[in-house]
C-alpha cells in the first residue's frame, strides 16, 4: 500500500502559518504591508488583548473585486508578481502570497472590502481555513480586516505568546519601523480603545518628531543633522545624531525601499564615521534611508527575517561612511533641524543683507577631530550640566565623613585594598592624587601607579548608597516645588505604568498626567538637582531591555540608573583633597574594583610594565 499522500490545503497552510505568523506583531506587520500595497493613504490598526483577541487593520487602498477577496485567502495567490524575474523588480512589500492564506488558517477572520468601481462591497469569513459565509454588502471603499482569536486552533501556538504587555511592545516595534518609513500615510494605533498612536500625514522629519521627538527631543531630535548622497549605485537620504546627542537608548533605524532592514555591517560603517567621538556607553541614534534599484539586493531571504542582501555591500559601506562623516562634518556650522521649518527656508537670510558683504561662514572639517579629547578644562557636553559641580560638591561633603565613620571601624581601607588588588600593594598617606584627562585619578602605590575612573567610582558609590537606603526601608525622597513633567512615547507610558510601583518604591512619586506625559511629584534625594527626565528616560531604557521588571534585580538596575545619574560626570576637574575623599570611600566598599554592572573601576600601571617602558 502507498502511504504518501498530499496534506489538506488547511494543514499546509496551518504550518506556513507558523513560518510567516508567529505572533500578533507580525500578523499586523502582514496586513499593513497588504494596505500599503493596496495605495492606502490612512491606516488604522486596533487590537484588543494584544492582538489576542482582535487585530484589525482598515484601509482605504484599492479594496478587492468579489472574486479577488476569495482568491486572496488561496495559498500562493498575489497579484503582485506574475513570474520569477518579478522577484528581482520588486516594488511592493508582499509578494508570496503566503500571508492571508496562514493567518486564515490559524484564526478567524472576516474581510470587508470594496473597489471605487464597485457598487457594493464583499463581506467575507473565514475560520480555519474554511469558509463560513461570502455575502455582498455596503462598505466604504478600501478593506477592513479583522482577524479575531489569533491561534484559537493552535494550543500551542497561544501557550507560547508572552504576555500582553510584552506583545504590545512587539507590536509597537513593528509599527514604528513601518510608520518611519511611510510617512505620507496617515496611522493610528488603538489598543483596547487607548488610542496609542495618532500620526498625520507628513514629511520623514515630521515623522520621526511625531514618533520620538515628544519624550526625547532633548536627546536626539534636536540634535540630528541631515544626511543626503546620491550615486549611481545607491542614493541615502537621512538623519544622524550629532555625537553630544548620543545616548545609551539610542534610535537605530535602516531603511532600504521602503523596507525596515537591519544591517550590522552597514551599522558598523556609522559607528565608524562617529569614531573617537562618542561618550562611553552612549550611543548615536540614525535613520538612514537607503534607495537601490530593486535587482540590486534580493529581499527574498525569509518572510519575517529582516537582514538584506545587497548586490555591492562593500561600496556602499565607504559611501554610507563618508556620508555620515560629512554631515557630522557640516554640523559644526550648520543649523540643527528645526522639525517646523521646512529645510529650505533654514538656508534663507532673516533680514534684507546686501549679499556682498556677507561672507559665507566656512570651517574646514577635520575628519579625526575629537570633541572628547581637549578635556583639560572643558566638561564634554554630555554629561555637563551647570548645576553639578556645586551640587556635586555639597552632596559629596556632607556625606563624605559620614561615610567613612560608618566604616572604618569594620575595614581598614588598605586592608581591603591589597586583598582584592595585589599582595604587596598599599596607599601612601599623604600623597596627593593627580587628575588625568578629566577622567582618571592617578595615585602611586606600592605596587606601581594605581589609576581610578572617577566616574565609575562614584557610581559605586551612589549605587551602595540607594541600595542602603532601599533596603533599610528608608528611602529619602525630595518633593518638588514645581513638578516636572516627562513626555513619554505610548511605548514608554505602557512601561511606566507597569513600573509606577516600584519606582514609587524607590523615590519617585508619578501622576499620569494625559496620554503622553507624566508629572513628577517627587524624586529620590539621591538624585537632588538632576534633571530626573534623564534618570526615568534611563529607566525605562532598563524596562525595555529586561523582561522581568520586578524583585531585588530589578530594583538593583533602578539603584544603578540613579546612581548613573548622579555621579560625577567625566571632565569634572576634582581638587586634591575630593580626589582623596573619594578614593578612601571607594575603599570602604566591598567591591570596588568593578562597578555594579561590571566595569573596570581601577587599575594598577605595575612598576615592570613602568620599567618596560624605558
Ligand atoms: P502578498 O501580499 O504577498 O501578495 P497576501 O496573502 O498578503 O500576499 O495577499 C494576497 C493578495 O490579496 C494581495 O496580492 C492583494 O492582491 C490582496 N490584498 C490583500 N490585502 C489587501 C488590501 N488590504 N487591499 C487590497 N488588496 C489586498
Ligand atoms: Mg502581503
Keep these: 500500500m502507498d502511504i504518501i499522500h498530499l496534506l489538506p490545503d488547511s494543514v499546509a497552510n496551518q504550518i506556513a502559518a507558523g513560518e510567516v505568523i508567529q505572533r500578533p506583531a507580525s500578523c499586523i506587520k502582514e496586513l499593513v504591508e497588504n494596505s500599503l500595497d493596496a495605495g492606502a493613504t490612512s491606516i488604522q490598526i486596533h487590537v484588543r488583548e494584544a492582538g489576542r483577541a482582535l487585530i484589525q487593520v482598515i484601509d482605504d487602498g484599492k479594496g478587492m473585486s468579489e472574486t479577488d477577496a476569495r482568491m486572496a485567502f488561496e495559498r500562493h495567490a498575489t497579484s503582485k508578481i506574475a513570474n520569477a524575474a518579478d522577484l528581482f523588480a520588486l516594488t511592493t512589500m508582499g509578494f508570496r502570497g503566503e500571508a492571508l492564506a496562514s493567518i486564515c488558517a490559524v484564526a478567524q477572520v472576516e474581510v470587508v472590502t470594496r473597489r471605487a468601481e464597485d457598487e457594493v462591497g464583499t463581506r467575507l469569513e473565514i475560520h480555519g481555513s474554511q469558509v463560513i459565509s461570502q455575502e455582498i454588502c455596503s462598505a466604504a471603499v478600501g478593506t477592513n480586516m479583522k482577524v479575531k482569536n489569533l491561534f484559537y486552533n493552535v494550543p500551542a501556538r497561544r501557550r507560547f505568546l508572552k504576555t500582553n504587555t510584552t506583545e504590545l511592545r512587539n507590536i509597537l516595534t513593528e509599527y514604528y519601523r513601518m510608520v518611519l518609513v511611510n510617512p505620507q500615510v496617515t496611522f493610528m494605533l488603538v489598543s483596547d480603545d487607548e488610542v496609542l498612536s495618532d500620526l498625520p500625514a507628513g514629511t520623514h522629519k515630521q515623522r520621526i518628531e511625531q514618533v520620538f521627538g515628544k519624550s526625547q527631543r532633548n536627546q536626539f531630535t534636536a540634535g540630528l543633522v541631515e544626511l543626503k548622497t546620491d550615486t549611481d549605485i545607491v542614493s541615502i537620504r537621512g538623519f544622524v545624531g550629532k555625537p553630544e546627542y548620543a545616548s545609551k537608548n539610542p534610535q537605530q533605524f535602516f531603511f532600504v525601499n521602503n523596507r525596515f532592514m537591519r544591517h550590522p555591517y552597514f551599522h558598523k560603517a556609522v559607528m565608524t564615521a562617529y569614531q573617537g567621538m562618542l561618550p562611553q556607553d552612549h550611543n548615536p541614534s540614525y535613520f538612514i534611508y537607503f534607495d537601490v534599484a530593486p535587482e540590486a539586493i534580493d529581499?527574498?531571504?525569509?518572510?519575517?527575517?529582516?537582514?538584506?542582501?545587497?548586490?555591492?555591500?562593500?561600496?556602499?559601506?565607504?559611501?554610507?561612511?563618508?556620508?555620515?562623516?560629512?554631515?557630522?562634518?557640516?554640523?559644526?556650522?550648520?543649523?540643527?533641524?528645526?522639525?517646523?521649518?521646512?529645510?529650505?527656508?533654514?538656508?534663507?537670510?532673516?533680514?534684507?543683507?546686501?549679499?556682498?558683504?556677507?561672507?559665507?561662514?566656512?570651517?574646514?572639517?577635520?575628519?579625526?577631530?575629537?570633541?572628547?579629547?581637549?578635556?583639560?578644562?572643558?566638561?564634554?557636553?554630555?554629561?555637563?550640566?551647570?548645576?553639578?559641580?556645586?551640587?556635586?560638591?555639597?552632596?559629596?561633603?556632607?556625606?563624605?565623613?559620614?561615610?567613612?565613620?560608618?566604616?572604618?571601624?569594620?575595614?581598614?581601607?588598605?586592608?581591603?585594598?591589597?586583598?582584592?588588588?595585589?599582595?604587596?600593594?598599599?596607599?601612601?598617606?599623604?600623597?596627593?592624587?593627580?587628575?588625568?584627562?578629566?577622567?582618571?585619578?592617578?595615585?602611586?602605590?606600592?605596587?606601581?601607579?594605581?589609576?581610578?575612573?572617577?566616574?565609575?567610582?562614584?557610581?559605586?558609590?551612589?549605587?551602595?548608597?540607594?541600595?542602603q537606603q532601599r533596603q533599610s526601608g528608608h528611602t529619602l525622597t525630595q518633593q518638588l516645588l514645581f513638578p516636572e513633567t516627562i513626555e513619554l512615547s505610548p511605548d514608554e507610558m505602557t512601561l511606566m505604568r507597569q513600573i509606577q510601583d516600584q519606582l514609587a518604591d524607590v523615590g519617585f512619586d508619578l501622576e499620569q498626567l494625559s496620554q503622553t506625559a507624566y508629572a513628577i511629584n517627587s524624586v529620590p534625594a539621591l538624585l537632588g538637582s538632576e534633571a530626573p527626565q534623564r534618570c526615568l528616560t534611563d529607566i525605562l531604557a532598563a524596562a525595555r531591555e529586561t523582561g522581568q521588571r520586578a524583585g531585588e534585580e530589578w530594583y538593583r538596575k533602578m539603584s544603578l540608573a540613579l546612581a548613573r545619574n548622579t555621579a560625577i560626570p567625566y571632565g569634572k576637574t576634582l581638587s586634591g583633597d575630593e580626589m582623596q575623599d573619594l578614593l578612601k570611600r571607594l575603599f570602604t566598599l566591598p567591591t570596588y574594583a568593578k562597578t555594579p554592572d561590571g566595569k573596570t573601576i581601577l587599575s594598577l600601571l605595575r612598576e615592570n610594565e613602568i620599567e618596560n617602558r624605558f
Design 299 to 467: 529581499v527574498n531571504i525569509h518572510p519575517t527575517k529582516t537582514e538584506i542582501k545587497f548586490a555591492d555591500e562593500q561600496t556602499i559601506w565607504q559611501i554610507l561612511q563618508a556620508s555620515v562623516r560629512e554631515a557630522l562634518g557640516k554640523f559644526h556650522v550648520a543649523p540643527s533641524i528645526d522639525f517646523d521649518t521646512p529645510l529650505t527656508d533654514l538656508d534663507l537670510p532673516q533680514v534684507p543683507v546686501d549679499p556682498s558683504r556677507v561672507q559665507q561662514p566656512r570651517m574646514a572639517f577635520n575628519p579625526s577631530y575629537n570633541p572628547f579629547e581637549r578635556q583639560n578644562n572643558t566638561t564634554p557636553n554630555y554629561a555637563c550640566k551647570k548645576s553639578v559641580p556645586q551640587q556635586w560638591e555639597t552632596l559629596y561633603k556632607a556625606e563624605a565623613g559620614q561615610h567613612l565613620d560608618n566604616f572604618s571601624a569594620t575595614a581598614e581601607p588598605s586592608q581591603l585594598f591589597e586583598k582584592q588588588l595585589s599582595d604587596d600593594l598599599s596607599l601612601p598617606e599623604n600623597v596627593q592624587p593627580m587628575q588625568i584627562a578629566g577622567r582618571y585619578i592617578a595615585i602611586p602605590a606600592s605596587g606601581g601607579l594605581l589609576l581610578v575612573d572617577q566616574h565609575r567610582a562614584h557610581i559605586a558609590l551612589q549605587f551602595a548608597a540607594a541600595e
